[in-house]
């Protein structure tokens, strides 16, 4: 089945600094890959994803990459604020007839004012 | 509705009891997912229910796990004779006919086996 490995697993940078987080997957029949914040006692939410046909995405400050042939994909977030602050969850999806989604461990993410 | 809703938001039981948790999709949502989050740890797949096609069961980690999703809406996954290991909340997500869209999630439900 498909392996999700994320990294960091913790990641603390200055307001106004980007921060990267790094996801490698297994399945190379996986097409679909989302990304989740989840702030403390809260419910995960989608903030982005990309699908295998397209290499990058962007929306205002969250952009991910998807490199298909090495099967790792991106989050950036640029000119960080302290509102990012939370753990965040990559997932791929298994592909073919089946939509499950295998999550990373997470990252916790900390931005300092 | 608006989005995924989970009841109870919190169930406290005893070791060995039974217990029900309910997840009611977004409607039009076709596919449902169920996972498990311990504390300060990622998300544990459980179980898949894509329209009438067979559930994926793949992630249920014991045969005391089961759910069922009637009618294509409304979800119910049930732990028979609870253990304390089964502590953590579960998190029930919908989606579009898979692959169409993206899951979003429930509030999830924190169960605690004392």
């Known amino acids: 089945g498909e392996n999700v490995e994320q990294h960091p697993s913790t990641l603390s940078v200055q307001e106004g600094d980007s921060a990267v987080i790094k996801c490698t997957y297994s399945?190379?029949?996986?097409?679909?890959f989302p990304w989740y914040k989840q702030e403390l006692g809260k419910r995960p939410q989608l903030i982005i994803d990309i699908r295998s046909n397209v290499g990058e995405k962007k929306d205002q400050r969250i952009a991910v990459t998807l490199n298909k042939t090495a099967k790792h994909f991106s989050l950036h977030i640029t000119e960080t604020q302290p509102e990012d602050s939370a753990v965040y969850f990559c997932a791929a999806s298994s592909g073919g007839s089946n939509y499950k989604l295998t999550f990373g461990k997470g990252t916790l993410l900390t931005v300092n004012p | 509705g608006a989005g995924v809703s989970q009841s109870p938001s919190n169930k406290v039981t005893e070791k060995g009891k039974d217990v029900e948790l309910r997840c009611d999709p977004i409607s039009g949502h076709t596919a449902l997912y169920w996972y498990r989050q311990s504390l300060g740890q990622g998300l544990e797949f459980l179980i898949y229910?894509?329209?009438?096609?067979?559930?994926?069961k793949s992630g249920l980690p014991s045969d005391r796990f089961s759910a069922e999703r009637t009618g294509g809406s409304v979800s119910t996954l049930t732990i028979q004779r609870t253990q304390q290991e089964d502590s953590a909340v579960y998190l029930c997500a919908s989606s579009l006919a898979g692959g169409e869209g993206s899951p979003f999630f429930g509030p999830g439900t924190r169960l605690t086996v004392l």
């Open positions: 399945d190379s029949a996986s097409n679909y």
């Open positions: 229910f894509q329209g009438n096609s067979a559930p994926d």
